[in-house]
Every structure is written in C-alpha cells, then in structure tokens.
C-alpha cells in the first residue's frame, strides 16, 4: 500500500532531494518512515534551527531542494530562525510540519498555533497536504522554492492524512518540468546598447554577487571583465568566480569599513557599473547609493532583486552565464589585464589592511593564513557570523564559486557547524571545515553529536577569544563600557572527546599546522580550538 506519505517523499526523491533534517515529534513519524523507505535519509538534528540550516545548505550545494521536517508548535517555533536564514539567504528550502488532524482541530489546544500564520512574512507559500492532491501540491511547492529568487516553501501534513492509502497508487511520481527564461540572442537590441556603452565605458565596474557563483558564471564573468577591461568586486558569498590574485580582482565587499574605505572611491568612479547576480541584502549601509549620478548601473539576473540601495538604470534578466556570453562576445576586442592606477591603488590598501601584525603573535590572521595553507582545493569552508567572518571573507582566496559557505544576508550566528555537515553530505569525498566563533559553537555545541552520529568528518575550527568579539568591538569604539560579551575559558578540545570526537587546543602557528593535519586526515570529527586575543581584529576593523 502506497501512503499519502510515501507519495510525498517519492515526489521529493524524484525531484533530487536525498537528505532531510528534524527533530521528529509523534505527528511526523509516517513522514520519518516514508521518507528514509523512499531514499531521502532522516538526519536527526539537535535543534530545528540547525536542521533548517543544513537543509539549505543542501538546497546551495546540490540542484534539489533541501527538505526540514519539523513536529507542530514549539518544534516548528524553534526553526523560525533557520527558515528566516533560508527567506534572506535565497535557499530553496521545503518545510514539512505536523498539523493536528483535521477532525478535532478546531477542539484541540495543546501546542497550536497557525503555523501558516507564523511564517507568513518567511516563506514564499503555505499549503497543506490533501489525499487527492499530494503530489501536485509538493511538485507546485518545489517549484515555487526553485524558482528565482529561490526561498523556503511550507507544506503541512496531518498525521491521519500521512497514514491514508494514496487515492492513486497508480500514478507515477515524476518531476515536474523546469521551465527557464530563454538565453538572450546576441543581436537584441537591449544588449547591444549595454555593449556599446561598455565598450566606450571609460572606467567600467563589475559587482558580482552570490548568484552568479551560484549559476556558474565563473568563466562568463571572467571572459566578460577581460574584454571589457573591469575590475571585479565581489560580495562574500560572491567568492571565487575570479582568482583575487588577478590584476582586475578587488576582493570582496560586505561589511568591513576599511575594506569600503578602499573599494568605495572605485565605485563611485565608476561610469559604467555591471551588477552581475548582486543583491545588496549582504551589505553595509556604506553600500548605499554607492555609484556616481553619471553612471549606468545595470542589473543582470534570473529575477528582479527588491532592494532600495541604489538606482538601477537597466535591468537584463535570464541565464547569468548566457547574457555575459552575449555582452562580452560583441565587445571590439580585449583590453589589457594591467589595473588603472586607481584599481592599483584599491587593491595595494586591501593588501595592507588586512596583512594583519607582522610579529609572531597568534593572530586570527595568522590562523586564516595557515588553513589556508592546510586546505586542498576542493575543500568547503563554511563561516559563522562575528569579527572573524568579516576578517576571513576578507582575506580568503575563494578557489571556486561556493567552496566558502556563510549567512551573509540574515548573518544570524550558528550556521557555520550545520552549513559544513551540509556541505560534507553533499560532497563526500572533499573536506569540510567550519569556521566559528566561541559564541557560535557553544550555540550549536549539541550538533556535535550529529556529526558523531551521522558519522561525518567535519573539521570544526573556533577562534577562541572569550568574548562576542565584534560586540565587544563596537563597545569600545562608541566608548560604551564592555558588558553582555565576556565568555568563559571553555576546552573545547574536551568537549569534542566527550561527544565521541577528537580535539585539539592551540596557540601557535606550528600547533594549528600539526593539529589540522591531523583532523583533516581522520575519519572522526575534530574540533581545534585556536586561542587568539582581540588584537588582531582590532587592527582588521
């Protein structure tokens, strides 16, 4: 007998989703069973927040869709977090929560809330599972979450309506088809303007934003910013579609006032300014209308993006890759790689703000600098939010699109421990580190287990400064007294023993070396707790 259930998840399966992430209560037990019979794995989580997290990031990393499950009331209430994350981060993200059954609805109390009603502002749609309908409603919810700009889809199921025969056990589960906006022909009209004036730009900008690296539009944007001579900015999620050792590359933009203070007279300067999959939601009100009054600004994406940051005077939109193909290919001919001088200069104040103390202290320069070192190519680090994410987006030579994973939209803390067991599942055989603040991991310290459990070699990385550094920082610079952001000295090293890790404590460079050296070659998870002081992020901000 097929179950109503069983033709959700076949419909999930179909669609590419393999892993769902939860914390089961007695209303999603069918769906739990239905879910891991059709091949889309249960993992439980410790909180619904992190699943939520995780399931994104699946939804970021792989072309289905990430799936939470969540019981009804307090365990969809805890996730609301996780969801928002999903809303801003633009994640494909499919919510599953319990409801009571329909029958004593309108009786029962206990646990309920219209949980509709409480993710309204979050998702882009709310529907609830019927017997007749099943497959239809989650083929239309996937391709709600998938569709541009991507974001959370909520389905409830009643536990009485997951255990029914599925009216048609008969009919296929297949997946719906995709439908995508046709690539722009290369003589449109629309894109031979913007050629023109991009080719008689005298001082061209490229902004490239997480939708680009998402859509593959690393060599596209390359080609395009050769042809065209345009130095390329990029925002923190936006790493990795250029080499930031290239001469037209001026690293990332986001939220580091010293990077701004370099990066921002280049973009005013700008007279014609390309903002390639950008939406301005990662960044800093610096970041406000941030071109000249003569220039062109043109957006290029798969959908409009809602912000008020900045005038936009056109606006491209389709397959990222395929309009940059078009512009670049009817470009006269290619300009040279060598950075006019103000570009030169940007890049020159990058490198000395962000070189960090030039002692041998143990700064968290010094420990970005040496992961680095440590990591191959195809390794994903993930970021949790706080002064060392600004510093690491910063300083980190993404090698490819999406191989550095954060919240750069919501920046809510905790997601770096579940954005890496995410990226673990969905590239198996290449390492995953998490990044992560003291705050951050004692917020997520349980999903420790998780990776004990699921068996998942994640690397987890804190920076140790007892403290909610970047609070701590802007305490001091308002001249405010420093209350609310001391941590105690926790060992961290024993904490990942007592889950079933390993740990290490460190504080030197050749320590760090050693450690990662030994944690990237395990089979269990490792956590390494590097003790830095505030110093070095005093510097960097």
Request: hydrophobic share 50%; with cysteine; net charge negative.
């Amino acid at each position: 007998m097929r179950r109503v259930a069983d033709t959700v998840a076949l419909t999930l399966h179909a669609h590419g989703a393999r892993y769902a992430f939860g914390m089961p209560g007695g209303e999603v037990v069918t769906l739990v069973d239905a879910l891991n019979a059709a091949g889309v794995r249960f993992l439980l989580v410790r909180n619904e927040t992190a699943g939520a997290i995780a399931a994104g990031g699946i939804g970021v990393l792989t072309d289905g869709p990430g799936v939470l499950v969540t019981t009804i009331g307090p365990g969809l209430a805890n996730a609301v977090n996780g969801i928002a994350d999903a809303a801003q981060e633009r994640t494909p993200l499919i919510v599953l929560t319990g409801v009571v059954d329909r029958p004593i609805r309108a009786l029962y109390t206990h646990q309920i809330v219209d949980q509709a009603a409480l993710l309204r502002p979050l998702v882009k749609g709310s529907f609830e599972i019927e017997p007749s309908s099943a497959q239809a409603t989650v083929r239309r919810a996937i391709a709600l979450a998938l569709t541009p700009p991507m974001g959370p889809v909520h389905l409830d199921l009643a536990p009485g309506v997951a255990a029914l025969p599925d009216p048609a056990p008969e009919a296929a589960v297949a997946p719906a088809p995709t439908f995508a906006r046709p690539a722009p022909r290369r003589d449109d009209p629309a894109l031979a303007d913007l050629r023109e004036r991009l080719a008689h730009a005298n001082r061209p900008l490229i902004v490239a934003g997480f939708e680009a690296a998402r859509a593959g539009a690393a060599e596209a944007l390359v080609t395009l910013a050769r042809a065209a001579g345009a130095p390329v900015v990029t925002t923190y999620k936006g790493k990795g579609p250029i080499d930031e050792q290239d001469p037209l590359s001026l690293g990332a933009a986001g939220l580091s006032p010293k990077a701004d203070a370099a990066l921002l007279p280049v973009a005013r300067a700008a007279d014609f300014v390309l903002c390639v999959g950008y939406d301005p939601i990662e960044m800093r009100p610096g970041w406000l209308d941030p071109f000249a009054a003569g220039a062109h600004v043109v957006e290029i994406s798969a959908a409009p993006v809602d912000h008020g940051m900045h005038r936009v005077d056109a606006r491209v939109l389709g397959p990222i890759p395929a309009i940059l193909e078009a512009l670049a290919a009817g470009l006269p001919g290619r300009r040279s790689d060598a950075p006019a001088a103000p570009v030169a200069a940007a890049k020159a104040a990058l490198r000395e703000a962000f070189a960090g103390p030039q002692d041998r202290a143990f700064s968290p320069h010094a420990v970005f600098r040496t992961l680095a070192e440590a990591l191959p190519a195809d390794a994903t680090v993930s970021v949790d939010s706080g002064a060392h994410r600004i510093l690491l987006s910063q300083m980190w030579n993404a090698p490819r699109p999406l191989s550095l994973i954060q919240s750069a939209g919501w920046c809510t803390m905790g997601p770096a421990l579940p954005l890496a067991m995410a990226a673990r599942l969905a590239r198996p055989d290449a390492p995953a580190i998490a990044v992560i603040g003291d705050g951050g991991l004692e917020m997520t310290l349980g999903e420790l287990g998780t990776l004990r459990d699921e068996r998942l070699p994640v690397v987890v990385l804190v920076l140790q400064d007892e403290s909610l550094a970047l609070i701590e920082l802007k305490q001091a610079q308002a001249g405010l007294a420093r209350a609310g952001v001391g941590l105690g000295a926790t060992d961290y090293a024993a904490a990942a023993r007592a889950f079933g890790g390993r740990g290490w404590n460190v504080g030197s460079v050749d320590e760090l070396r050693t450690a990662l050296a030994e944690a990237l070659a395990g089979e269990a998870f490792g956590v390494i707790a590097a003790r830095v002081g505030l110093a070095g992020y005093r510097e960097a901000f």
